[in-house]
């Protein structure tokens, strides 16, 4: 078994190994930002000076609210009523890296199988059949490609990769790019 994705592995290698206080003291702002550190590294990616970044929404008084978004672009917020930008930011980056820890099981890796279901569950929500999953003109067969051509890669890159896809579909430069017939391949510049 790959150890590397063993979810008690995960825990240890990100918690301190000394921590005396246990884990009502920990300083989840730092332990993001050495997750994704480490992350990138493994990728041998050169790490930036900040791979998370921190926006506070501007508040004279309480309950404060803080975002924090991840390298792939992915954003999470504070969940609890917080009386102190810290505590939001602190509660926001509590959030991040448990949904990261989450996202590096082997679980919320795209498979064959989680293709085939999440292909069938599109289309019984949807007036389409089966059939138009190998149809890529159609939203079905659409989803069916983009989940093929990411196989491997976790639920949270697939989600990213979504919603700049969307985004651009809003936008109008989907449209553009098949109207002038452009390749799905993206070049490298």
């Given at each position: 078994m790959d150890r590397t994705l063993d979810p008690q592995l995960l825990v240890t290698?990100?918690?301190?190994?000394n921590d005396q206080h246990g884990a009502r003291d920990l300083n989840v702002v730092a332990l993001l930002q050495e997750f994704w550190e480490k992350k990138e590294k493994r990728k041998a990616i050169f790490p930036s000076e900040s791979l998370v970044a921190y926006e506070s929404v501007p508040s004279p008084d309480p309950p404060f609210v803080c975002y924090v978004t991840l390298p792939g672009g992915s954003c999470f917020g504070n969940f609890q009523c917080?009386?102190?930008?810290?505590?939001?930011?602190?509660?926001a980056a509590k959030v991040a890296l448990i949904n990261s820890l989450y996202n590096e099981l082997p679980n919320r890796r795209i498979t064959q199988e989680f293709i085939m279901k999440s292909v069938?569950?599109?289309?019984?929500?949807t007036s389409g059949n089966v059939d138009d999953a190998d149809d890529p003109s159609t939203s079905i067969g659409a989803y069916h490609y983009m989940l093929e051509a990411n196989i491997?890669?976790?639920?949270?890159?697939?989600?990213?990769?979504?919603?700049v896809f969307q985004l651009l579909h809003w936008n109008g430069?989907?449209?553009?790019?098949?109207?002038?017939?452009?390749?799905r391949q993206v070049s490298n510049i």
């Open positions: 290698q990100v918690l301190p190994q917080c009386t102190s930008r810290a505590e939001a930011r602190r509660d069938q569950e599109a289309v019984a929500s491997g890669k976790t639920m949270l890159e697939f989600q990213e990769l979504m919603i430069s989907l449209k553009a790019l098949r109207d002038t017939k452009c390749s």
